[in-house]
């Protein structure tokens, strides 16, 4: 008897386990989360080093090609990623209660020199001719295969370490000897941009410019037909303009020393080279600060905070107190060749109202929120002081001949067999 009451015993301690480890394993419902009302994208950038206008969407390539000299006479949405000396702003509207919205105000503080509102204009939709009829089949186009050598060089140092240069063969290369050799970081994510029902700054009303002493620390306010009441938020020291990266380059028996000030907001830095091996197009040279091997093409613009976090401890990035990298000997010709770009990321704000309740099962329903990311970027010649990099040849009198000499080359290749430069300005342009 006292064995069957113990064998029965032990069942129910069994049974009264699995049911509360079956307890324990139920899943909490999850929490309802709803996007914002009203969201807004603020990108904040500064550049240094090419003095000439260029295009939003620009490429790095063209910038090589193409120096103007001069400045924009005004404002206009998308400088931010083009490059072009100053100080700019891009900022979009989007409200899920007008869809449509046409105009929206931005209320900014006195230090911006922009008070006390700016004007948002959503752009113009433009129709285009219908497409024209046709065969729809798809024509596979005959491809030659490009020709040409890439090098990868990394780190900083006197000399090139052992193992390097990485080197990618056009001619043999393999699709999976192509993936890893442009292997490269990149987190970014969608910043200020351009659509139907969404108000953007500047614009065609409004196209003041950001002045060299602006300050956009204080207070600001988004208003506008089925924008929330109360889209109000303070932008902190953190996320002001940063200022411009001053690099200096000084030649040691063949290496480079490059230094730059400190930024004070520059939560981490990068940089990144890239030339013609000898002045042949059919062989190019990169090379990056990383203390791995990193191309480098998709560090140059706005990366999130953990992402930054987790690139320095890889020692892809610089800390931000680094000052000074020294470029290998015999990564580049002497004399230059090269182009240079050197980012200091600035800290990414992220805002949503209200904030998420800890309570799970109380929804979240944002009101609104704000993305604010910050970048500063250099990009001069490897060999020129950024002070001749600022004046553009544009400014000693040969801006109106440049463009009308370059169109004939352009026509005069274009049936040649692809090679390095060629399959890189197709990468950077994309």
Not at 26 to 37: C, E, G, M, R
Not at 154 to 161: E, F, I, N, Q, S
Not at 269 to 286: Q, R
Request: net charge neutral; charged share 20%.
């Amino acid at each position: 008897m006292r064995k069957h009451m113990s064998v029965s015993g032990g069942c129910a301690a069994i049974a009264l386990f699995m049911a509360a480890s079956a307890v324990g394993q139920t899943k909490a419902p999850a929490q309802v989360v709803k996007p914002p009302v009203s969201q807004a994208w603020i990108d904040v950038a500064t550049f240094a080093g090419f003095g000439m206008p260029m295009s939003p969407g620009a490429s790095p390539m063209s910038m090589m090609g193409g120096m103007m000299g001069g400045g924009p006479s005004k404002n206009s949405f998308g400088m931010t990623q083009a490059g072009s000396s100053g100080r700019w702003v891009d900022v979009t509207l989007f409200t899920s209660r007008n869809p449509s919205l046409a105009e929206g105000t931005q209320g900014v503080p006195p230090g911006t020199q922009l008070a006390p509102t700016l004007k948002l204009v959503a752009p113009r939709v433009e129709k285009g001719p219908p497409p024209t009829p046709g065969d729809e089949s798809v024509v596979e186009p005959e491809y030659e295969r490009p020709k040409g050598k890439l090098y990868l060089y990394w780190g900083c140092g006197d000399t090139v370490r052992a193992g390097q240069p990485r080197v990618l063969d056009m001619a043999t290369a393999r699709p999976d000897d192509y993936g890893k050799f442009f292997t490269s970081r990149r987190a970014t994510q969608r910043g200020a941009h351009t659509a139907p029902g969404r108000p953007q700054w500047p614009n065609e009303i409004d196209s003041r410019m950001v002045q060299p002493n602006a300050s956009l620390v204080g207070e600001h306010t988004f208003t506008g037909q089925g924008v929330p009441e109360g889209f109000k938020f303070a932008i902190g020291p953190q996320q002001d303009l940063m200022p411009p990266i001053e690099l200096k380059q000084t030649a040691m028996d063949g290496a480079v020393q490059l230094e730059w000030a400190q930024l004070p907001t520059a939560r981490a830095t990068f940089i990144a080279a890239m030339g013609a091996k000898g002045g042949s197009d059919m062989e190019m040279v990169f090379w990056s600060s990383s203390e791995v091997p990193e191309l480098g093409m998709g560090l140059i613009d706005y990366q999130t905070n953990p992402a930054v976090d987790r690139w320095l401890k890889e020692k892809v990035l610089l800390e931000p107190g680094v000052t000074r990298c020294i470029m290998p000997k015999g990564v580049f010709p002497e004399g230059g060749g090269a182009m240079l770009r050197m980012i200091a990321y600035g800290t990414e704000l992220n805002l949503v109202h209200p904030p998420r309740p800890a309570d799970p099962k109380v929804a979240w329903e944002p009101q609104w929120a704000v993305k604010l990311r910050v970048k500063s970027v250099a990009t001069v010649m490897l060999g020129m002081d950024m002070s001749e990099m600022q004046r553009g040849p544009g400014r000693r009198g040969q801006q109106t001949q440049a463009p009308q000499e370059a169109e004939p080359t352009v026509r005069q290749e274009e049936n040649k067999t692809p090679g390095a430069v060629d399959i890189l300005r197709g990468i950077l342009g994309r």
